[in-house]
Structure formats: structure tokens, C-alpha cells
């Protein structure tokens, strides 16, 4: 995940170097220590050594080159056991534009959970890291320690095991294959490497609430129609009825002092992509359902399985992965709306900067990768002054791989639909 500053002046250097600082010094600041036992549970740990600091060009480039600046930042090597779990960034362009970028390892935190830590450490809010150092534990110890936690595991472990059998049997998971698909014309390595195309854009916040009020819906129905209507353009609907299956993150973090990596409960929406263009009302009846479907649910499914992955094969557990977000079938598309952006996070030198723009970004993906998945559509939201950012990340395998270029025009295609204007980055 990347986090992008855009400013129309100069940055303060020493401010953004101090919040970097209180940033290394929060919870956030972790790594995964893998369990000597095999099956014990990872730990998190404080990373040694000297933090990350901030690197930067001070060759200005193109204010055009923005994106790839972006992905070229999002190609840094992120692992979360050794380290480094995370890079700060900045560059100027020619236009008297400067970005800075935070690139962080999804597995270390979810995107609510990294906004929440950079904006304590912008407003100088105090929390300890708890964790202990890495390698602080002496191999005996780390074996002593994890087999006691795997025996106090061992209630939940059984639960788990059992809800796996009694709500994913284990043979339908074998045994579920998935649709037919047209297939190309020549076959490609399934080990190549795969750039995904995207783009980021800005759309004004008035122009896309009255938008949303015209076609009868609401701010946040008006994200999972444009997404659905792109999906839709791009070819990625249900081979089954033709509708789009928005897969909806759905926040759960506590608050600084929650421990998890992901925080989320995700839930699917299956929509209809005709017709939203013209009216978003079929959407509001929906989003509700959706939204009161996870009030009224204390634990999602996924959480309460983790317990049981290391007892399991590693295929079984794959295809667990592939069962929740329907790959077999329904060719998910992620649709995840970050809501308005705080002030506080904006202030990461110390003043606001004068736009925000929040991605998911994969990287090293494999062609199988995208066979296994039917392709690939992750759209962020979020709002900030007066814009509405969409970043979005599109690759289809049929009947060609997706260029820049047809996300380009997909989203803007897309975008007449709903009559919107906006700049496109890409």
C-alpha cells in the first residue's frame, strides 16, 4: 500500500524528518518473526538497527512522470520479516510540485491501520512500541514459548477446525474448479512477471455529491456504481449472469493499540452494472443490507479460521484463499472506500499539503497470479479538501493484457458515463 503527498510548495524538511521519527517509534514500526515451531504462531517484533529515513531525487522530473515515479517507489523491496517493512520517499517535478511517498507491506498493517499510525505520528501523538527486538529470544526460549502458546491455542484451534469442516467442507475446496474461460490464442509463461497497469483520479467532491444526488443515491453509493459500470467496460463480470461482485473491506480496528495486521471484514456486494450510470437507487438498498449484514456480525468468518492455518496444507489453505474471494467464479472486484481523510494526516510536514492519494499496489505478480484470479480491478476512494481520488489497478487477460493505455480509456469512458470531469494520472 502507498501513501502520496502532493505539494504546491516547498516541503519542510526537518518537520517531515521529525514525524518520520515519532513514525519509527510507534507500534507500526514492526516486523514478522516466522515461529521456530512449525506449528507455532508468528510474533511481531521491533526491527534493529537504524530506522528508515527519507531518500529523495534532487533531479526534478516531469510533473507527467508522477505515476511512474509511484510505481517505481512501489518496486522497492518490502519484506516484512526482515526488513525493511516500509520506505519514505520524495521527489520534485518540474511544475514547483513535490510528492512524498510512504510505501508500506500490507502484511505489517491494513490501510485504516496505516493511516491512523502516520496521522498519530503528524499530530505527535505518544504510544510505545511494545514489542520485543529481533532475535531478542534465545532459541530454547522462543520453543518453550511458542509450544505454551500453541497448547493455550488448542480450544480455539479445535473450533476452527471444526467451523472449517462444517462451513467449507474440504473436498468442495478440492474439487471446485473454475468456469470456462476463452483462452488465448498462444499460451504464455505462467511465471512471468506482470506489470499492472494504473491510474490515480482527481475529481472535484461537489461535482461527484451532486452526481450521486442526481441519480438518486448517496456519496458512498455512488464509488461501488462507478466501480461496477468500470468492471463492466473492462469485461470483468460473472461468467454465471453477467453481474460484478464488489469485494467491500469493512473496518474493524479498535484503535492504535489493535495488535492485527488486518483489521477488515470484507463482504460482497453483487451488483447489476447496467443501468447504474442512470440510477444508483438499486445500490442504496444494497449498501444497507451490506452494512447491516457486518454490524450484526461480531466475528468475520475469516478470523475466526486463522487459528487453524498452520495445521493445514498449504493447498488447502490456497484454496480456502480462493474460496472467500471467490476467484473460482464470481472474479471479484475490490472496491474499498477510505471515507473522508483527516487533517492531521495530511499535515506530515507539519502544514497541509494540497492533495492526498491513497493506493494499493501489487507488485512482482506472476501471469498464474492472474489466471488464478481471471485478471485483476482494485479501486481505493478517498476524500480529502475538496477531491475525490480514485486510484485505480486493472489487469485483464483476455482478449489482451491490459495496457495503461485501455484503463485510460475504460475510466474515462467510464466517467462520461456518470458525467463527470476530472484529471487522470496515469
Known amino acids: 500500500m502507498q501513501c502520496i503527498w502532493l505539494y504546491d510548495r516547498e516541503v519542510n524538511l526537518a518537520a517531515l524528518n521529525e514525524m518520520n521519527e515519532r513514525l519509527a517509534a510507534l507500534p507500526f514500526n514492526r516486523l514478522i518473526a516466522p515461529s521456530v515451531l512449525r506449528l507455532g504462531r508468528p510474533r511481531w517484533v521491533k526491527p534493529n538497527g537504524p530506522h528508515q529515513t527519507l531518500t529523495q531525487d534532487h533531479k526534478p522530473l516531469q510533473r507527467s512522470e508522477l505515476m511512474q515515479w509511484a510505481n517505481q517507489q512501489a518496486r522497492q523491496t518490502i519484506d516484512p520479516t526482515t526488513g525493511p517493512a516500509w520506505h519514505l520517499d520524495m521527489q520534485r517535478f518540474d511544475d514547483g510540485t513535490t510528492a512524498v511517498s510512504i510505501l508500506g507491506s500490507h502484511l505489517v498493517i491494513d490501510g485504516i491501520g496505516a493511516l491512523r499510525a502516520i496521522e498519530a505520528a503528524a499530530t505527535r501523538t505518544q504510544l510505545a512500541n511494545p514489542y520485543l527486538p529481533q532475535g531478542a529470544r534465545g532459541l530454547l526460549a522462543g520453543c518453550i514459548s511458542d509450544f505454551l502458546q500453541v497448547v493455550s491455542d488448542t480450544p480455539r484451534t479445535v473450533a476452527a477446525l471444526a467451523a472449517i469442516a462444517r462451513k467449507i467442507p474440504v473436498r468442495s475446496l478440492v474439487r471446485r474448479r473454475a468456469p470456462q474461460m476463452p483462452l488465448a490464442a498462444a499460451p504464455a509463461d505462467p511465471a512471468t512477471v506482470v506489470n499492472l497497469p494504473s491510474l490515480a483520479v482527481t475529481i472535484n467532491f461537489q461535482a461527484w455529491d451532486a452526481c450521486a444526488r442526481r441519480l438518486g443515491g448517496r456519496p458512498n453509493t455512488l464509488l461501488p456504481g462507478f466501480v461496477a459500470t468500470l468492471a463492466m467496460h473492462m469485461g470483468r463480470r460473472r461468467v454465471s449472469d453477467g453481474a460484478v461482485s464488489l469485494l467491500v473491506p469493512i473496518d474493524r480496528r479498535r484503535g492504535l493499540e489493535d495488535e492485527r495486521a488486518l483489521a477488515i471484514d470484507f463482504r460482497t456486494m453483487t451488483v447489476a452494472p447496467e443501468r447504474l450510470c442512470t440510477d444508483l437507487r438499486p445500490l442504496n ?142
Open 285 to 426: 438498498k444494497l449498501h444497507m443490507a451490506m452494512l447491516r449484514s457486518a454490524r450484526d456480525s461480531d466475528e468475520s468468518t475469516q478470523t475466526s479460521l486463522l487459528p487453524a492455518v498452520a495445521w493445514m496444507p498449504r493447498g488447502i489453505t490456497t484454496a480456502m484463499v480462493n474460496n472467500f474471494f471467490s476467484y473460482a467464479e464470481d472474479l471479484p472486484v475490490s472496491c474499498s472506500n477510505l471515507g473522508t481523510l483527516s487533517d492531521g494526516l495530511a499535515q506530515i510536514d507539519g502544514a497541509p499539503c494540497a492533495r492526498l492519494l491513497m493506493r494499493a499496489v501489487d507488485v512482482n505478480v506472476l501471469r498464474r497470479d492472474l489466471q488464478r484470479s481471471h485478471g485483476h480491478l482494485v479501486v481505493v476512494a478517498s476524500h480529502y479538501a475538496n477531491a475525490v481520488s480514485l486510484c485505480i489497478e486493472a489487469c485483464q487477460l483476455e482478449p489482451a493484457l491490459t495496457t495503461t493505455d485501455a484503463l485510460r480509456q475504460a475510466t474515462s469512458r467510464t466517467m462520461a458515463d456518470f458525467g463527470l470531469d476530472g484529471v487522470i494520472d496515469c
